[in-house]
Structures are given as structure tokens and as C-alpha cells.
């Protein structure tokens, strides 16, 4: 079975072609900067990387382009587009109407306009990526798998707010928690390869990239989650304040005259290590001057990698110890520093880093802890399209 995975963001659509049941990427790319100069698509074989500049202004030219490419006659891993056999689509916010992956049909389809409020960033490109796949490929299945599916296990005393209960009851405001997909991966990996089973583990999983998350994963389950209601919550981010005293956003917005929804951007766009630095966002540019003892850039990582070592103390505490920690995502899976630096000082919770084999790892799967501590530590590199692409398969299976 050939599944195409869409991941369709406000400018961009990610996507790749795979064999589940092989774990095998037959191609993969993205089309960037769609509504913007420049559009093109990079698209990657098993030996070449192509990059093309492209006339197209929306969604549907994206998914054209996407299938020209992937059916061409010299480089195309297809010889036509009957040769795909389902789409599925990464949906961020299923709110509290989506638990597990659908098969999208009309009735989904009007659940998903509704949920549009809850992730105004995210849900709508995910809804025109699935319109665009559904015109061009009539008749093919879509599936949706969501980033909030994973922590639907979350018990109501992780995921309610103190606020008065009726928003809970009659608007739906919790904790939702993003990343998912990216969180039961490496947890489930990670259980693989300390050849244990995750129905007897504690597992905490630090999803590190430009959006972050940490999650607590109890016998295979999510029990809690950084991320909130929306994916303000929690971690320092790349542009995001994460957790914050409110009275600093009523502060701010009434200092600066801002309305809700400027205030909402500044939060989101504005803050995170980007504000804190005010340089960059860029991680690797971030660590190479915070190493190289720039003062502004040092404080800068140290409130990141302190956030990070706050949520794991909690969730140790939360789960009565763990038996592994994983890092993944572009700087969890990249960066030494932050992994080394979030651990530190933790040797009387049996939690030890062995330098020797965190330096320098980049991108690869490894387990990082010394002979002396109690907790493993991981690196996994996060596949949400795999399983992206192992849903959609199981889905139609059940149909
Ligand atoms: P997104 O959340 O957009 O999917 P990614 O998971 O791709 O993000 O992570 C992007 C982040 O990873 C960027 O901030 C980038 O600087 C960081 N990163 C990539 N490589 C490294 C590296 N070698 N060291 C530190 N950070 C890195």
C-alpha cells in the first residue's frame, strides 16, 4: 500500500510517499512559501534532491505540483497516481470531538470547520490541504490523525483549568496538548529499544523544535502534557512565552494598547527565546554565542533549559519516578548543550547524561545515559509521518 502523507501548514505542505507495512519512504519534499514570492518545491529521491520554482498561488496548485512530480517521468517514484492508495493528513486541533485517526468523510469534514476556533493558525491550512487532495484525487481515501489524539488519556485533574467550570462544560476549554503523533512515536520507540514493554514503563518525552513539548507517559498513555488549550502552554519556545504569570499579558497588552488579538500574536510570535535573546529563534545560532559566553544569549538558554528540567522534576514526581527519558525534535535531537544542560545537577534523582556519548550526537538514535544511572536517556529522531502512514493503513483496515 502507498500512502501519501500531507502536512499542510499556513505557507507550506509537507509531504512524503510511503509503504507502511515496509516502513519505506519511496519520496518526500516540501512546497514552500505558498501565497508568498518564490514559491518552489524541494522534493527528495532515495538519490537526488530537486528543487523547482513554482507558478502557483494556493493549496490546490501545491497538491498539483506535489503529484506532477512524484508521477514524472524521470525521477517519479509512480508510474501514474492510481498507484496511491490513501492520503493521510496531519490535522493539528481535534478538539474534544476527535480522540483517535478518522476517515474523513463530510460529516468530519463539517467537525473540523467547527473546530477552526480552537487552532486558528493551524486548522484552516489543514483543511485546505485535505479539500485540495479530496479534488484532486476523487475518490481516494483521507485519513486524518491528529496532534491531540495522543493525550485524550489525559485524567481531568492534568487537563482542567481552574477556572469556572462551565467554560469546561459548555465551551470545551482544557488542555488539549500538541505533538502527539511526534510523543507515542519516540515513547513507543523508545520502549523498542530498551527491549522493554511500554505497558510497565514511565516514560518522559521532551519534543524539542521550534514548538515544544514535554509529555508524561504512563503504560503507553499520555497522563499529561506541556502544551495547553492551544500550543502557548509550557515550554520556553522558539518564539512562544510558554508558561507566564497572565497578569504580565494584561500588563503588556494595556502598556502597549493591544488589542486580543495583537496580544495573542505578541505571545505566539514575539516572546520565547527570540524575545528573550532579541536576536534569533535559531537554536544553532543561539548555543554558538551562549558557548562562546555572550552574556545575553547564556541567560537566554538558561531559562530555556531550566523550563525544560521543571517540567521533567514534575512529571518524576507526577509518575513516582521514571524509567526513561527521551529527546527528540530539531534540538532534541541535535543539540548536545540543551540535552546535557536540562539534566544537570539531577544525579540524586538517578538521572546521569555520559558526555562521551551525547557529544556531538546529531540525528541519530542512541542511548545517551552513563552505567550509573538508574533512568535511560534517548535520542530518538521523531517519524510522524510513519505513523501518519501506519493510521491511514490501519483505518482502511477496519473499514
Ligand atoms: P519545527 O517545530 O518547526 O518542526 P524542528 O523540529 O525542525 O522545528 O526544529 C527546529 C529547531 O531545531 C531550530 O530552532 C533549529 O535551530 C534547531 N536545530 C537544528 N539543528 C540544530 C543543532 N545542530 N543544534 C541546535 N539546534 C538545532
Do not use: W
Not at 501514474?80 to 492520503?87: R, Y
Not at 503588556?252 to 495573542?264: G, K, Q, T, V
Amino acid at each position: 500500500m502507498n500512502v501519501l502523507t500531507l502536512n499542510s501548514g499556513s505557507s507550506s505542505v509537507k509531504y512524503q510517499l510511503i509503504r507502511p507495512d515496509k516502513k519505506e519512504v519511496l519520496c518526500s519534499g516540501q512546497v514552500e512559501r505558498i501565497g508568498i514570492d518564490g514559491t518552489r518545491i524541494v522534493h527528495k529521491t532515495n538519490d537526488e534532491k530537486i528543487k523547482k520554482e513554482l507558478d502557483i498561488s494556493n493549496h490546490k496548485g501545491a497538491i498539483d505540483s506535489i503529484l506532477e512530480i512524484m508521477t514524472d517521468e524521470e525521477i517519479g517514484a509512480l508510474e501514474g497516481l492510481d498507484e496511491i492508495d490513501a492520503i493521510g493528513h496531519r490535522l493539528v486541533h481535534g478538539g474534544d470531538k476527535f480522540a483517535h485517526s478518522v476517515l474523513i468523510d463530510d460529516d468530519v469534514m463539517e467537525t473540523l470547520h467547527e473546530c477552526k476556533d480552537f487552532a486558528p493558525l493551524h486548522n484552516p491550512p489543514n483543511i485546505k490541504g485535505v479539500e485540495a487532495a479530496e479534488e484532486r484525487l476523487p475518490g481516494k481515501p483521507n485519513v486524518g490523525v491528529f496532534d491531540t489524539a495522543f493525550h485524550s488519556t489525559l485524567p481531568p485533574e492534568a487537563y482542567l483549568y481552574a477556572i469556572p467550570y462551565r467554560y469546561y462544560r459548555e465551551e470545551s476549554i482544557r488542555k488539549y496538548g500538541f505533538h502527539g503523533t511526534s510523543h507515542y512515536y519516540v515513547a513507543s520507540r523508545a520502549a523498542q529499544m530498551l527491549d522493554k514493554d511500554i505497558e510497565n514503563m514511565n516514560i518522559i518525552t521532551c519534543h524539542l523544535g521550534n514548538g515544544a513539548s514535554v509529555a508524561a507517559v504512563k503504560n503507553g498513555k499520555s497522563i499529561d502534557t506541556s502544551m495547553g488549550f492551544t500550543p502557548l502552554e509550557g515550554l520556553v519556545m522558539g518564539t512562544r512565552s510558554g508558561d507566564i504569570d497572565p497578569g504580565v499579558i494584561f500588563y503588556i497588552a494595556e502598556e502597549e494598547n493591544m488589542s486580543i488579538e495583537e496580544a495573542n500574536q505578541f505571545f505566539n510570535k514575539k516572546c520565547g527565546v527570540l524575545g528573550l535573546s532579541e536576536d534569533t529563534n535559531d537554536m544553532r545560532d543561539l548555543e554558538e554565542k551562549a558557548l562562546a559566553g555572550e552574556k545575553q544569549y547564556k541567560i537566554t538558554m538558561d531559562v530555556y533549559h531550566y523550563r525544560i528540567k521543571k517540567y521533567i522534576s514534575a512529571y518524576l514526581g507526577i509518575m513516582n519516578g521514571v524509567d526513561a527519558i527521551v529527546f527528540t525534535g530539531g534540538v532534541g535531537e541535535n543539540s548536545d548543550y540543551t540535552r546535557e544542560d536540562s539534566l544537570k545537577n539531577m544525579d540524586n534523582l538517578g538521572i546521569v547524561v555520559d558526555k562521551e556519548k551525547n557529544d556531538g550526537l546529531r540525528g541519530k538514535e542512541a542511548i545517551i545515559s552513563a552505567d550509573e544511572s538508574d533512568v535511560d536517556i534517548l535520542v530518538i529522531p521523531t517519524n510522524e509521518e510513519l505513523v501518519i502512514a501506519q493510521e491511514t493503513a490501519r483505518i482502511l483496515k477496519e473499514k
